[in-house]
T-cell receptor, first 112, second 112 residues
Framework: GDSVTQMEGPVTLSEEAFLTINCTYT??????LFWYVQYPGEGLQLLLK?????DKGSNKGFEATYRKETTSFHLEKGSVQVSDSAVYFC???????????FGAGTRLTVKP | NAGVTQTPKFQVLKTGQSMTLQCAQD?????MYWYRQDPGMGLRLIYY???????DKGEVPNGYNVSRLNKREFSLRLESAAPSQTSVYFC???????????FGPGTRLLVL
């Protein structure tokens, strides 16, 4: 079935390091793809999204490109900050938008 | 504009007890959702309501019931709680023709 697989964590980086969190998907149609972020004790917040192949979503220095040929939507940031410490979820939304599938989440810790 | 609110924030139940989790949104969204979040499994959809007066099962509906009380409110009921229902529960909403879901802060439920 339709699903999302993201790299297992936890990921620990030093401040200003480069971040990549891998995400791949399996879908029968043409899903929209999302990255959500969850800060400690809070609900999920949309970080960025892409709705079709080759689209690049970006926000707060994070980027991800919808790659249909590799069925991937990897999250990247050039220089992480301590405030980026959170759990990151990759997700896809199917055609009716009522069935959103989430990855297991990747916990990122950034140390000063 | 509070967005999506959930009550209570935290609850402890004994096996067999019942309770209702409340969710409300003030964004005039048509669709509302209940998810559970378990370690290593991401978020899984329990039930959703595409519009006022309708509800549908998601991926893991067993042991739960829902009520879409009006456009603003969508409640989740556990009739006879089980330890397997220990989880963090998130409510979300989505506007018509939008893809992004907006999440509440979550309810942490512990069933002993």
């Amino acid at each position: 079935g339709d699903s999302v697989t993201q790299m297992e964590g936890p990921v620990t980086l030093s401040e200003e390091a480069f971040l990549t969190i891998n995400c791949t998907y399996t879908a029968t149609g043409y899903p929209s793809l999302f990255w959500y972020v969850q800060y400690p004790g809070e609900g999920l917040q949309l970080l960025l999204k892409a709705t079709k192949a080759d689209d690049k979503g970006s926000n707060k220095g994070f980027e991800a490109t919808y790659r249909k040929e590799t069925t991937s939507f990897h999250l990247e940031k050039g220089s992480v900050q301590v405030s980026d410490s959170a759990v990151y979820f990759c997700a896809l939304s199917l055609y009716n938008n009522n069935d959103m599938r989430f990855g297991a989440g990747t916990r990122l810790t950034v140390k000063p | 504009n509070a967005g999506v609110t959930q009550t209570p924030k935290f609850q402890v139940l004994k096996t067999g007890q019942s309770m209702t989790l409340q969710c409300a949104q003030d964004m005039n969204h048509n669709s509302m959702y209940w998810y559970r979040q378990d370690p290593g499994m991401g978020l899984r959809l329990i039930y959703y309501s595409a519009s006022e007066g309708t509800t549908d099962k998601g991926e893991v509906p067993n042991g739960y019931n829902v009520s879409r009380l009006n456009k603003r409110e969508f409640s989740l009921r556990l009739e006879s709680a089980a330890p397997s229902q220990t989880s963090v529960y998130f409510c979300a909403s989505r506007g018509q023709a939008q893809e992004t879901q907006y999440f509440g802060p979550g309810t942490r439920l512990l069933v002993l």
